[in-house]
């Protein structure tokens, strides 16, 4: 199973940028796709973004698309989610998950198995 660490979550003003990363260690090489998804306070989990293993195929929320972009280096085991132009709607806890690299790329939290601890990210207006 893959272990992963979220860092990078903070305060910021409406309008500029995080950069949160998703530290994997353990059963690294076998392989993995990442999901990013956040929850804000009193809602349930949403999906955020996802990557595949090569970073040839990546998947986002509409409400997302075009102002985050999620990457990876396999190198330093590490997957990440450059946030853009930040709402306040965004503010919430960030997770990252990890789950075996079959395509297609999901967003169902079910269909991962592997959870960090989250990262808060508040986004001041």
């Known amino acids: 199973q893959v272990q992963l660490v979220e860092s990078g979550g903070g305060l910021v003003q409406a309008g500029g940028s995080l950069r949160l990363s998703c530290g994997a260690s353990g059963r690294t090489s076998s392989g993995y796709q990442i999901g990013w998804f956040r929850q804000a306070s009193g809602k349930e989990r949403d999906f955020v973004a996802a990557i595949s293993w090569n970073g040839g195929s990546t998947y986002y929320s509409d409400s997302v698309k075009g102002r985050f972009t999620i990457s990876r280096d396999n190198a330093k085991n590490t997957v990440y989610l450059q946030m853009n132009s930040l709402k306040s709607e965004d503010t919430a806890v960030y997770y990252c998950?990890?789950?075996?690299?079959?395509?297609?790329?999901?967003?169902?939290?079910?269909?991962?198995?592997?959870w960090g601890q989250g990262t808060q990210v508040t986004v001041s207006s």
């Open positions: 998950a990890s789950r075996r690299n079959y395509l297609p790329l999901r967003y169902e939290r079910d269909a991962y198995d592997s």
